[in-house]
């Protein structure tokens, strides 16, 4: 069974940081492209970046509000995905979500809840 | 970047009711498209994948077409567990802004 487990999520202050992990299992980690999305409250699925698989460069692209702020890594050998988030602020507020997509289908956590308040 | 224009914003519709949502995309992405349900508190549901593949246990009410920038999203005869906010994704990249099914 394909299992996306995120963690990490908090209250962190405006401009502050916080770094979310998502445990994959069941695929083969290595050959999924990876992506996190948000969602903040009462507003619509975000697409926040993706990192590309070895083979295909492993290089990460990102959405323009985080483009600078976020960095999105993996660790292959231990079936993880990272973002960390830097510089944060209140509209940054969201639920967010790891995907994978390792062989045509896409798979999605559950969630964690990031609020940036003072 | 590829953006992603779903159609329309918000939907009514009544119980079997035949309904569709598009969803087009500034340049092609061949058939890299998924449809997603969701409801209020909850998470995504993948419904559709690779623009036309069903996913496991989905009513085969719900299908998808197109390939190219042009995709749709059918509900053959809306029921009662459908009235949700519907996605379009390119894979790995921008989702559309999302398509409320409202009750009539």
């Known amino acids: 069974e394909v299992q996306l487990v995120e963690s990490g999520g908090g209250l962190v202050r405006p401009g502050g940081s916080l770094r979310l992990s998502c445990a994959a299992s069941g695929f083969t980690f290595r050959n999924a492209w990876m992506s996190w999305v948000r969602q903040a409250p009462g507003k619509g699925l975000e697409w926040v970046g993706r990192i590309k698989i070895k083979t295909d460069g492993g290089t990460a692209d990102y959405a323009a509000p985080v483009k600078g702020r976020f960095t999105i890594s993996r660790d292959d050998s231990k079936n993880m995905l990272y973002l960390q988030m830097n510089s944060l602020k209140t509209e940054d507020t969201a639920v967010y979500y790891c995907?994978?997509?390792?062989?045509?289908?896409?798979?999605w956590g559950q969630g964690t809840l990031v609020i940036v308040s003072s | 970047d590829i953006q992603m224009t779903q159609s329309p914003s918000t939907l009514s519709a009544s119980v079997g009711d035949r309904v569709t949502i598009t969803c087009r995309a500034s340049q092609s992405i061949s058939t890299w498209l998924a449809w997603y349900q969701q409801k209020p508190g909850k998470a995504p549901k993948l419904l559709i994948y690779k623009a036309s593949s069903l996913e496991n246990g989905v009513p085969s009410r719900f299908s998808g077409s197109g390939s190219g920038t042009e995709f749709t999203l059918t509900i053959s005869s809306l029921q009662p567990d459908d009235f949700a906010t519907y996605y379009c994704q390119q894979y790995n990249s921008y989702f559309g802004g999302g398509t409320k099914v409202e009750i009539k």
């Open positions: 995907t994978g997509v390792p062989v045509g289908i896409v798979y």
